[in-house]
């Protein structure tokens, strides 16, 4: 059984009755339309949870029969719109695929699927021909009869919808398309429909001029900046990810969140209580690590990145709030999340020295002959699918799945202490980011010390810069996450914090130098009475050797200096 993804791109109509018969298409700048429609009858039946745990993450689960695209079908927001991925039916088309299931698991929580609407579509489609005759586009005419299986309450409606046959053209040839195909349904009275989907009509959602239904579920919500009733996919799975609100604001978000910095009037949590401030926290962090699952199964790009990030943050938040936490229910999921970061730190190695290994090679100027750095090349590749699709196994686990849940279970009730209970918003923020920085101050002064020594060895010495940098990472992610909670530590804190990030990216390019250096050094071992040229891979090896010795030395007085900055800020 293959899954098939792909980049959904189009735009919904609303046009009046009867408007098929007097629509003129034969005007058309640089496209036809065909004459003769063709009929589908189509029937789709939407799946969710019990408490709708898919619609609130903006994912669609349906299984279509009838038309071009029979199959299961999975629609979910990313960063710049829609995207789908597609598996056929089985021999009995009720019975959802193992595949699908899996996909869903970590959104569900185990949950089981079950009907939330049944929705019949009568479809005539024509195609779009541009002036070679090549198809670009479907033009369907679609009259819908839909029933809310949670209510039983029908619905019905008609809408015209134009989907691109190849969503990754250029966006200048997408709008030329819709231009030319719109200039029709204008001339015939026809407009943009502000329905985000039929699923969003069957249920309820756009009843009363748009109103979210009861449930408060909101599915295939077109992402900010589309144009109303279209749709497009690459990105995110409707997270909150590490750069979802910021990439989202614009420009217009971001003075509003400059005012409101100043005024706390607006947005920003500038009140709240401690116990508020991290369960919010928590809370996003959660779902973060959910829907970064879902990525992972996806096989999305960056998908393992950002979920060893979100899951480092999560340590990174209960060590910090360490002392807000009562018993060891905090210490004990620390641990299953440090393992599952280990987990996934053998993907992100592999990624970072499959990223690297070009620019390695293209720095020793042609001494690595072509054809050898392109089997180094495709190795590390390889090595980098292999990781991921290791990955990929792990999160199908019982165990993986459980964490996910128990997380979910600690974000929404936390076993706060009565002297967090006691403290502000801003109060448990200072906190949380003035522990994650003494952490870094610690760790920099057991370096410093063993310096002055004159006994540090250049193993001894990566090991330190390696606490050093995770000891900043943690500090990053603290803040970070606060910030986009919408609770902010003091000036002061902030300044610290900022101050220690910005040496971050110096002691990062020294541990991925250790990264590269240990995969060529593991490459020339694996040749080894292979037969195979290991010159390139020991001039590559050496190039590495150098740059990674000349990285600590210069990473000990990064250290020396930043130290010397925390202690000023935290005075």
């Known amino acids: 059984m293959t899954a098939v993804a792909h980049r959904e791109v189009e735009r919904k109509y609303e046009v009046p009755e009867g408007a098929e018969s007097s629509v003129d298409w034969s005007g058309l700048p ?7 429609a063709v009929e589908h009858r189509m029937e789709a039946v939407y799946y969710d949870t019990e408490d709708m745990a898919l619609g609130r993450r903006s994912v669609a689960l349906r299984r279509r029969r009838g ?26 088309p009720d019975r959802m695929p193992a595949a699908v299931r899996h996909l869903l698991a970590g959104l569900t929580g185990g949950e089981p699927l079950r009907p939330i609407a049944t929705l019949r579509t009568v479809r005539q489609v024509q195609a779009v021909s541009d002036a070679g005759g090549d198809e670009v586009a479907e033009l369907a005419a ?20 134009v989907e691109l046959l190849d969503g990754s053209i250029p966006e200048e040839r997408q709008q030329e398309i819709f231009d030319a195909v719109e200039s029709a349904i204008f001339a015939v009275g026809g407009r943009p429909s502000n329905s985000r989907a039929k699923i969003a009509r069957a249920l309820g959602a756009e009843d009363g001029a748009g109103a979210p ?38 420009k217009k978000g971001q003075k509003t969140a400059k005012k409101t910095d100043k005024t706390g009037k607006k947005g920003r949590k500038a009140k709240g209580t401690g116990p508020e401030a991290l369960r919010t926290v928590l809370d996003g962090l959660a779902e973060q690590l959910v829907l970064w699952d879902f990525k992972v199964r996806l096989d999305a790009p960056d998908a393992v990145h950002q979920m060893r990030v979100t899951s480092r943050s999560l340590r990174s938040v209960l060590r ?15 641990g299953r999340l440090r393992e599952l970061a280990g987990a996934l730190s053998g993907a992100r190695d592999a990624e970072v020295t499959a990223e690297l290994l070009a620019g390695r090679v293209a720095a020793l100027d042609g001494r690595v002959d072509p054809a050898a750095a392109k089997v180094l090349q495709r190795a590390a590749e390889e090595q980098s699918q292999r990781a991921a699709a290791a ?63 004159g006994e540090t060895a250049q193993e001894q010495r990566l090991e330190h810069l390696h606490d050093v940098r995770k000891a900043v990472k943690r500090v990053r992610y603290v803040d970070a996450v606060l910030d986009r909670a919408g609770f902010r530590p003091g000036k002061s804190l902030r300044r610290a914090a900022r101050d220690a990030e910005d040496y971050q990216d110096a002691l990062g390019r020294v541990m991925d130098s250790t990264v590269v250096e240990r995969w060529l050094a593991d490459r020339a071992k694996a040749l080894q009475g292979s037969g195979e040229d290991r010159y390139a891979v020991g001039l590559l090896h050496g190039a590495e050797v150098s740059r ?9 007085e990064v250290v020396g200096v930043l130290l010397s900055q925390l202690r000023a800020d935290l005075a």
């Open 30 to 36: 640089g496209y036809t339309v065909s004459a003769e």
């Open 67 to 92: 038309g071009a695209d029979d199959g299961w079908h999975v629609k979910f927001s990313e960063a710049t719109g829609r995207q789908e991925w597609q598996v056929p039916l089985l021999r009995t």
């Open 142 to 161: 679609d009259v819908v009869e839909a029933v809310d299986e949670r209510t039983g309450t029908a619905r019905s409606w008609s809408e015209w919808e």
């Open 213 to 250: 239904a009861a449930d408060g579920s909101a599915q295939e919500a077109s992402s900010p900046g589309e144009k109303p009733g279209q749709t497009t996919g690459t990105g995110g799975a409707g997270q909150k990810g590490q750069q979802g609100k910021k990439g989202k604001q614009g």
């Open 320 to 334: 910090a709030a360490g002392p807000f936490f009562a018993g060891d229910t905090a210490q004990e999921l620390d």
């Open 391 to 453: 990955v990929r196994r792990r999160v199908t686990s019982r165990e993986h799945l459980q964490l996910l849940a128990d997380v979910r279970a600690f974000a929404a009730a936390p076993p706060l202490t009565e002297e967090c209970a006691e403290l502000s918003a801003r109060e448990v923020a200072d906190a949380l980011v003035h522990r994650a920085l003494r952490k870094v101050v610690r760790v920099a002064e057991r370096g410093a010390a063993a310096e002055e020594s």
């Open 548 to 556: 990674m010795h000349a990285g600590a030395e210069g990473g000990s």
